[in-house]
């Protein structure tokens, strides 16, 4: 039951773009065609998990038992870039096709704050889902960072699609481009505030 | 270019938010009041601006291959100075900002101006620079948040003129992407076409 509720939760209730604005860059950037939506969403996946992962062990075995945690921010960022040098690394020996659809995407995702959002997200934060409030372990930790990446590509998927057919309409000139964008994009957080009952 | 042009480029002509369109994650989050805007900018302004000096003076000896590396690690040092200052003296500041606060490291506007500017530009240059770009986010932020706080909670900067609530989904999500977006338009009929 409490795994049903942490992936509802993070997928439609506290989506990570529509409620809680991480990621947005990307969001906006490169959510013009279904296709590169859909190669960033999965890059984006692949590594919030991994990283949560590993953060999440670093932070726990190494910055509380030595008494470091004030150095999160720096130490969870650099694990961060490294993490996405070595995904890169390994991608293109192991799987170029794959490396070649995600393709730029992979080392813009350093810089992409949902990352590093969600890594300082379940070390610093109590979650309750449906039980008193409690730090996350480490198997509700990655579910917590999938789950929620799965929000972000759903939020990146549904976006995509409707700017493309926003771009086959005539836009009234000052409202072109990016705040046509974000007016659709608050419309679509409207809808998804109807989730806010659920869990 | 002289120094008060550097400090003014920002406000209007190359502002961050209106213009560039950087840092949007901190623009719609930490807007849902005046205060809260107005805080966040002026954090994003401190680590902007002493980043900027620091870069300007390392990044003749930076070799270029790792450059990027040397910058976020500056930045993130200077993000988490800013992190204790916060909690040793607005403790009640850092809780309502959160987790922006830490996020600044991935601010692109900070990373930007260290690559656009910064790292070619004399140590003073870059300091107005940074104060320049910094006031034209706090600009912004402050603007959008005085406009979500008098539509959301009737109020400006915490003085309630309206009895009773406002219209609540202007603090919420969706009133961070409209007023923004609505914003935007005004900015592109009125200020940017001249």
Redesign the interface.
């Known amino acids: 039951m409490e795994i049903l509720l942490i992936i509802v939760s993070a997928i439609f209730v506290n989506n990570i773009v529509?409620?809680?604005?991480?990621?947005?860059?990307p969001f906006?950037g490169v959510s013009n065609k279904l296709s590169t939506a859909t190669g960033m969403s999965a890059a984006v996946c692949f590594v919030i998990t991994l990283a949560t992962l590993v953060t999440y062990l670093i932070n726990k075995y190494l910055l509380l038992t030595l008494g470091l945690e004030?150095?999160?921010?720096?130490a969870f960022?650099?694990v961060i870039?490294a993490l996405v040098q070595m995904v890169e690394i390994v991608l293109k020996k192991v799987s170029p096709s794959l490396y070649q659809a995600l393709g730029i995407f992979l080392p813009l995702i350093?810089?992409?704050?949902a990352v590093?959002?969600v890594a300082?997200?379940v070390v610093t934060k109590e979650f309750t889902f449906g039980q008193p409030a409690h730090m996350l372990g480490l198997g509700e930790a990655v579910l917590y960072a999938f789950a929620t990446s799965l929000g972000y590509g759903l939020a990146m998927v549904l976006f995509s699609g409707l700017r493309e057919h926003l771009a086959l309409n005539n836009v009234p000139?000052?409202?072109r481009g990016?705040?046509?964008?974000?007016?659709t994009?608050?419309?679509l957080?409207?809808a998804?505030?109807g989730f806010s009952g659920i869990a | 270019m002289s120094k008060f042009k550097l400090i003014t480029k920002g406000l209007v002509k190359d502002n961050p938010t209106f213009v560039l369109?950087l840092g949007?994650?901190p623009t719609?989050?930490t807007t849902t009041s005046a205060i809260n805007g107005l805080s966040m900018g002026l954090a994003t302004l401190f680590v902007l601006v002493l980043s900027n000096m620091a870069i300007s003076l390392i990044a003749p000896v930076v070799p270029d291959k790792v450059h990027i590396?040397v910058y976020?690690?500056v930045i993130?040092?200077f993000?988490?100075l800013l992190?204790?200052l916060m909690q040793a003296f607005v403790p009640s500041v850092y809780a309502s900002l959160g987790?922006f606060i830490?996020?600044i490291?991935?601010?692109?506007i900070v990373?930007g101006r260290a690559e656009a500017f910064a790292n070619k530009n004399s140590i003073v240059d870059s300091a107005f620079d940074g104060i320049g770009v910094g006031l034209g986010f706090t600009l912004s932020l402050t603007v959008i948040g005085i406009v979500r706080e008098i539509l959301g909670s009737g109020s400006i900067f915490g003085w309630k003129f309206l009895a009773g609530d406002g219209m609540l989904?202007f603090v919420?999500?969706?009133?961070?992407?409209?007023v923004?977006?609505?914003l935007?338009?005004?900015f592109?009929?009125f200020v940017a076409k001249k």
């Open positions: 529509l409620a809680q604005f991480l990621g947005i860059c906006l004030f150095l999160q921010t720096i960022i650099l870039a350093t810089t992409n704050c590093l959002g300082i997200n000139k000052a409202f990016v705040p046509i964008a974000l007016i994009a608050g419309i957080a409207m998804f505030m | 369109l949007m994650c719609l989050a590396p976020i690690v993130a040092t993000v988490t992190q204790f987790l830490p996020l490291v991935v601010n692109c990373l989904a919420m999500a969706p009133g961070a992407f409209l923004l977006g609505y935007m338009v005004l592109n009929k």
